[in-house]
C-alpha cells in the first residue's frame, strides 16, 4: 500500500489536529460558474478585433498594417536568437533528454547564461526585456530542439512568478524576486489540485491568515517544473474573516519553505523530460508581503496573466509546422512507391498542401497577436485565447498527417530508426509532446466557453435579464425596452457590408476576395449567434456544441485575416501564394462549421451519451479483458504531515 493509500483510508478518528480530510467541498454548476464569471476581466479598455469579429464587424484597420517593432527591439531579438540556436545546437541533444527523461543541468545552467530565464523580465531586474514577439521566436526554436525545454521556459515565464508580478506585483516583490528569476532560478505555477482542473471553485488549499502572514495547506498537482522550481505561484483559498475579504488568492512561495514536500515527479505520454510535481504543503508559513494583489484576486491574476501568456503555447505549435512540413517536404519528394515519390500521389499531396498552408496560417495568427501585445494598442485577450485554441487542434492535424505520409517509419522511434541505419526523426514524439497542449493552459473545451462567453457578452449586457432565470419581472421588462433599442440599431446593419462590394478590400490584390468572405461570413456568424440566443435564450449556455463551432468559425475567420494582412506586411511572393491556399482551404472548413450550426446530431449525441453513462450500451464492452484495478478515479487526500520522500531536484549552480 502506498503512502497516499494509508492516508486515503484514515477514518475521522484517526485524523489528529494536523491533519484534515480534504474531501471535495459539493460546488454546484451555478457556484462554478459564479466563480468563472467573478474572475472574468470586464471591462474592454481598448479595441478588441476579435470581439468585433464576433459581433459581426471587421475591423482590418485594427490589424492592418501590422504594427512595427522599433529597428532596435529587432536587431537584439536577432542577436538574442542567433546565440540561442547556436547554443541548442551544439548543447540541447533532444535523444538524450528522452533517454533520460530530464534535461541536463549543465544545459539549465547555460540557457541561464544565455538570459533565457529572463527573457520577459525587464532589464532593470536583470531580464533581456524582450518582446513578446523575440520571446515566442525564441520559444519556438528551442521548442525545435526539444519541447521539455520550451515547456519548461515557457512555464517559468508565461505563468510562472514573472509575469503576474510583473502585472500585479509591488515594487517591492519585483527587486525582490525578479533579479532572482532571470539570473537562472527557476519558477512554477501552482493552482491544479486532484479535485481541480478546469473547475477552480473547488480549490481546496488553503491559506490561513497567521500573525504575519499566511498557513498554507494543500495538495498541489501537476505543477510543471514542480520538482526543480525554486519559486512557486500558489492559488490558495483564504476563508473570509474579519479585514479579511478571502478568496483564492496568489501567493509567491519559497520552494524550500518547511513544510513543503515534492512528494512525486509525474510522468507523461510525452514531454519526458517535463519536471512536474505533486506538491505537499502543511503549515508552510508565507508571509504577508509575499500576497500578490489583493486578497480574493488570485483567479483574475492568473486570467489577466494568460492574456499574453498563452501565446507561448503556440509558439511551440509553430515550431512543429515548420518541422513537420520539411519532413514532409524530404520525405515524400524522396520517398518512391507505385512509380512516383509519394508527394505526388494525390491522396499525399493534400496533405502536404494541408501542412504547409496551415503552418503559414498559425506563423501569421501568432506573429500579428505578439505584435498587437508588444504595440499594445488592442485588447488581444480574445485573439490569444483562438490562437491558444486554433494552434494545438491543427499542430495535432499536421503532427499525425506527417506521421501518416511518413508511413511506417512515423510511427517509429528515433532512436530505432538511427539504430537501423536511417535518418533518425521523432515524429512519433513530435505528436506525442504535442498532445497536450489541447489539455492544459485551458482545454479546447474550456477554450470554447471562454471565447464563447465574450462572443455573447454584447448580448448579455443588453439581453441577460431577459434569460436571466432569477431577474424579477421589473428588470426582465427594462431589459426587455434596452435589447428592443439595442437589436433595432445592431441587426439591419449585419445585413450589408463591404464584402458585397466587388471591389471591397482591393488593396489586397488576389486575396482581397478572402477577405469579403471574412466580412460576410463575420456578420453571417454574429445573426447566426443572435438567432441562436433568441432560440435557446438561458440554456444557450448548454448548447457547447453550437457555440464550439462558433468559436471555430470565429478562429478560421480570424486566421484568414492574419494570413492575408501577413502577406501584405511582407509582400514576399511566396507569401500571398501560402495566404491564398491557406484562405481556400479555411474557407471549405468555415462553409462545413456554417452548415454544421443548424444541421447536426447534437440533440440526438447528447441523449445517446446520457444512456451510455447509464450504463445502456455496457453489453458493448464485452469481449475484452478489462482491467479490474478499482482504485479511485480521484485519489481522495488529506492535508497534514507528508508521508512520502521528496524528491525535489536541487540543481546543481
Ligand atoms: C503535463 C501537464 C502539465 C501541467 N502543468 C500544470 C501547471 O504547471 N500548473 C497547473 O496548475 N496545472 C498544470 N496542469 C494541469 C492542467 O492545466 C489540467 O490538466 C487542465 O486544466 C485540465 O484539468 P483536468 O486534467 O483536471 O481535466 P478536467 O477538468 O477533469 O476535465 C476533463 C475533461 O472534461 C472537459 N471539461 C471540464 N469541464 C468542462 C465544462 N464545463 N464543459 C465542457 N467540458 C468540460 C475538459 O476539457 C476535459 O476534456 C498540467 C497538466 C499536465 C497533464
Redesign the pocket.
Known sequence: MTAADSRSLKTDQDQDETTRAAEPAPVS?RE?RQTAEAAREAEWRKPSFGKQLFLGRLRLELIDPWPTPSAQSVAEAERFLARVAEYAETHIDNAQIERDASIPDEVLRGLADLGAFGMKIDKEYGGLGLSTHAYCQALTMLSSANSSVS?LLS?HQS??VPQPLKLFGTEEQKSRFLPRLAAGEIS?????EPD????PARLATTAEPVDGGYRLNGL???????TVADLLVV?AQVPRSEGHRGGITAFVVEADSSGITVERR?A?LG?RG?E?SLTRFHDVFVPAENVIGREGQGLKIALTTLNTGRLSLPAVCVAAGKYCLRVAREWSGARVQWGRPVGKHEAIATKIAFIAATTYGLEAMLTLSCLLADDESNDIRIEAALVKLYASEMAWRIADETLQIRGGRGYETAESLAARGERSTPIEQVLRDLR?NR????????M??FVAREAVDAHLAVAGDIIDPDATVGRKARAGVKAGGFYARWLPALAVGKGQLPRGYAEFGPLATHLRYVERASRRLARDTFYGMARWQGRMERK?AFLGRVVDIGAELFAMSAACTRARAEGAAEGWELADLFCHQARVRVDALFTALWDNNDARDAAAARKVLDGRYASLEAGILADDDDRPWVASWSTGPTEATDVRRRLRR
Not at 512554477?188 to 491544479?192: D, K, P, S
Not at 481541480?196 to 473547475?199: L, M, Q
Request: glycine share 10%; net charge negative; no cysteine.
Open positions: 454548476e462554478a515547456a512555464a505563468i510562472g512554477a505555477f501552482l493552482l491544479t481541480v482542473g478546469s473547475d498541489k498537482l501537476w505543477a510543471t517544473n514542480g492559488m509525474n507523461f514531454l517535463l512536474n497536450i489539455v492544459f493552459e485551458g482545454s479546447t473545451e474550456i470554447h466557453l457547447q
